[in-house]
């Protein structure tokens, strides 16, 4: 059974990086915006060292299809808004439970391009240093509507509509890059304050997935339990793969839901905690991967940690990586 991470990675260790060194560095000598972040040499020189040291340190733990390893300056949000032309950032907020805070955009007009994606640069970076096949991950675009600060023009059908086509158009350039997987993070969507713009979801990933044909999409929903959307998410067109969480309070009724799976789309299973320290044991694994397989044809089952591991400490996320591998890889030999 193939093995995969599931977005962004720590790269701190005793409190110390290069990059984290880097960063305070430009900030105390420029005005830190996301232009500014990506036209500094000095500072992309360190992440894409970054890169090649997390490239190396997925495929040690025996990850098969690897996380572009692209650590950006502050947040995702915050990088990507250099790909958009006029936008504004504002102040960090809180991502869904989690212990990690993100630069909301401020929507007051309709989006359009203005460069290239960060992810596309960093997909091809990657790209040639491995072998390996790289699955960029991307917070899709329901989850920026969501967060955002929406005004006026920006608030409207057509401007989320134009959000999609920025991410379309991604899609395409990582496939003609060479991405054989995207995997877009909407977990967002499982909240039942968000579950009504299920359809936005839906429109969105119809629309990415029509503009790279070539590549997988695999949608990611990660805390939270699926329950009813599992068959009209299977029913989307050009889904090539759908993320769930096996662990913790959404283990038993993500399994229950499993009933009513359909079709060929990978089930990218989500059964190592990325947001608890402790490592879990490879016959725990087994058993959850069991389960798992028992509704869903191991060909096409992927091993995933629940979401991505930067939640974690670097030594708590890599050893529970590398412990995955090992159960996952036997499980593929084994079966259950």
Known sequence: MLVTTTGRLPIVSDGRHPLRAAVEEWRARVTPTPDSAWRDEALRAVQAETQAELLAAQADAGADILDSGYVPVYDEWFQMARAVAGLDVAAPLRYLDTNTYYHHWVLDKMPARAAESPTVSAYRHAAALTAAPVKPA???????????????????????????????????????????????????????????????????????????????????????????????????????????????????????????????????????????????????????????????????????????????????????????????????????
Do not use: M
């Open 138 to 336: 991307l917070f899709g675009p329901y989850t920026i509507w969501a967060y955002a600060d929406r005004q006026g023009g920006g608030d409207t059908p057509a401007a989320f509509s134009a959000l999609v086509d920025l991410w379309a158009e991604d899609a395409a350039a990582l496939a003609a890059a060479g991405a054989r997987y995207i995997q877009i993070e909407e977990s967002v969507v499982l909240r039942p304050k968000h579950r009504p713009d299920f359809p936005l979801v839906a429109q969105a990933v119809e629309r990415i997935a029509r503009a790279a044909p070539e590549a997988k999409i695999i949608l990611h929903l990660a805390c939270g339990e699926v329950g009813d959307l599992l068959e009209p998410l299977l029913a989307i067109p050009g889904l090539g793969g759908l993320g769930l969480d096996f662990t913790d309070a959404y283990r038993a009724p993500n399994l229950a839901a499993l009933a009513g799976w359909r079709g060929d789309a990978i089930l990218q299973a989500g059964i190592a905690d990325s947001r608890h320290i402790r490592v879990e044991t490879e016959s725990e694994l087994h058993e959850t991967l069991a389960a798992v397989a028992a509704a869903v044809p191991v060909e096409q089952c992927w091993a995933a940690p629940s979401t991505a591991l930067l939640y974690l400490p670097r030594h708590a996320a890599f050893d529970k990586l590398a412990t995955l591998a090992r159960a996952a890889h036997r499980f593929g030999k084994e079966g259950a």
